[in-house]
Structure formats: C-alpha cells, structure tokens
C-alpha cells in the first residue's frame, strides 16, 4: 500500500482494479485493513480506493491535543480525499461509507462535489448533525454516554488498547457475533492499536447547516443512495427514520448476521448488496 504526501500529511491508501472509480471510506477506530474481505470482491468490478483517515492506521497521526481540533476536521479529511482522487486523475465516482466517522465523510464530500458523485452508500448511521460543543455519543442515551465518556478517559490516561479492552465487556457497538469471534476481535485489536488516542477523544463535528445543504442536494440531484443496516445494530429504526427525512428516495437494505460492522461481520452479503446497488446506479445513470 503506496503511502503519498498530500495536504501536507501522509495518506496511506489502496488502488486496486480498474473500472468505475469506488471510493471506500472507514469509521472511527478502522483502516483500510478492515475491507480486506470486501476490496478483492468489488475491485472485479470497480477500480476501488481506500485511503487510511487521518489519525488511522498509517495516515499521519496528530498526538497532540492542543492542537488536535484543528486537525481533525471533516473538512480537513474531505480535502485530503479531494487531493488524491486528484493525484489518481479521479473526476466521477461511486462512494460508501461506514458508520459516524464514514458517513459524515461522504455526505461532506458529496455537499462539495455533487456533480462528481454518482451513487452512495451509507452504513449503520445516518447523518448525525450537533450543536456547537455538542458530542454525537450525547445522542446514544445515558447508557451509551458514560459508555464514551469513560473510553476517552481510558483513551487519554491508558491508550487504545484498554479501549479496545473496554469494548470487550461494555459491548458499545460490538455485537455478540464480534466478540465471540477470535478472528473479528484479532482485528479489531490491531485496528485499535493503529488508531490514534487523540483522534478518538476528538470528534470532529458534523453541523445542522452541512445536514441541511446535503439533504436539499440529494433532493435536487436525485442521486441514487442506499442506507445499509446490520439487523442486530441498535439503533436502525432511528437512522432510518432520519435517513428518509434527509433524503425522501433513501434505499433501505437491513443485513442479516451482522450489527454495526456489515463490512466485517457479514461481507458475503454486504459485497453482493454494494455492487447490484452500484450496478443499478450505473445503469440509470
């Protein structure tokens, strides 16, 4: 995996295929690592790039957290993406992404770019747009709350492995098909142990203003968008609720034998719901 230097940082970031550009962005405390078992599949089709986020796997890391918000925006990340598909001569593209981190990435890149975007994927969220200061873990309940607040304590004073440790018993997010599986949580482990401390305390927001503009460009574009939901995640009545607010011709596929990570826990069936959905795309297109 080629690492480039772009916007000034270092991006680590996977090529592979040709065809139709599909660009793969992770969530939160993931790589490029964690589509090991969805890149062979799509890249038959597509020329799939995925790059690693600031703060994950080999990406440049910013440990510092005076300075930390500056950083880690999703505005300074949807540039880093803008400057390679650039590098990599990338004009119209597919696009998917996973979870809190993923999802308010491509809706962001999407706001930018709406004539260069030809169908999305969403996955196990929808858009969670917050008051200034406000943390989207608020949104999860109390349980959920003290659930984050205590991992970004463990985060700052032990690292990430204590967090990946925590998950293990608090179950936040991770379903009983994750931690019952020793080959699951081997990379889930390695995906916290390349995942920054700093960027998991820090979470970039993502505003009332962005949501608003990218649901009135959905609705313009009339781009084709599906919102893809493991069946045992915890909240997928929600994001579907909120995902057909935001945008009204909203696809919804729920995936059996999985939760919060379809990507992981169930790729057979994620593989096969991306590309009839990509491949529907491109033929309205």
Not at 131 to 156: C, I, S, T, W
Request: contains cysteine; glycine residues 6%.
């Amino acid at each position: 995996m080629p690492l480039i230097k772009l916007n000034g940082i270092d991006i680590n970031y996977i090529d592979q295929g040709s065809g139709e550009p599909l660009l793969l962005i992770h969530n939160l405390t993931s790589n490029i690592d964690g589509f090991k078992k969805n890149i062979p599949e799509l890249a038959k089709r597509y020329r799939v790039i995925a790059p690693d986020l600031r703060g994950h796997g080999y990406t440049t890391h910013c440990e510092n957290y005076a300075d930390a918000s500056a950083f880690y925006t999703f505005d300074n990340i949807v540039e880093d993406i803008t400057q390679l598909l650039a590098k990599l001569k990338v004009d119209k593209f597919l696009m998917f992404g996973q979870a809190y981190w993923g999802v308010s990435i491509a809706s962001s890149l999407f706001n930018r770019f709406p004539d260069r975007v030809r169908g999305i994927v969403l996955a196990a969220t929808s858009m969670i747009p917050c008051d200034p200061g406000e943390k989207p873990y608020e949104k999860l309940g109390e349980v959920g709350k003290k659930n984050f607040l205590r991992m970004h304590e463990q985060a700052r004073s032990e690292g990430m492995m204590a967090v990946f440790n925590d998950r293990l018993s608090s179950g936040q997010f991770w379903s009983e098909k994750v931690r019952s599986s020793p080959e699951i949580l081997k990379e889930f482990a390695e995906a916290h142990r390349l995942t920054s401390p700093v960027a998991f305390v820090q979470i970039p927001h993502f505003s009332h203003q962005r949501r608003a503009e990218v649901s009135a460009k959905l609705e313009n574009a009339q781009l084709p968008l599906m919102l893809l939901l493991g069946e045992q995640d915890s909240h997928n009545a929600q994001s579907f609720r909120e995902m057909r607010k935001d945008y009204s011709q909203t696809q919804v596929v729920i995936l059996p034998d999985c939760g919060h990570y379809p990507t992981i826990e169930n790729p057979h069936d994620f593989n096969h719901a991306l590309l009839n959905f990509y491949a529907g795309a491109e033929r309205g297109s």
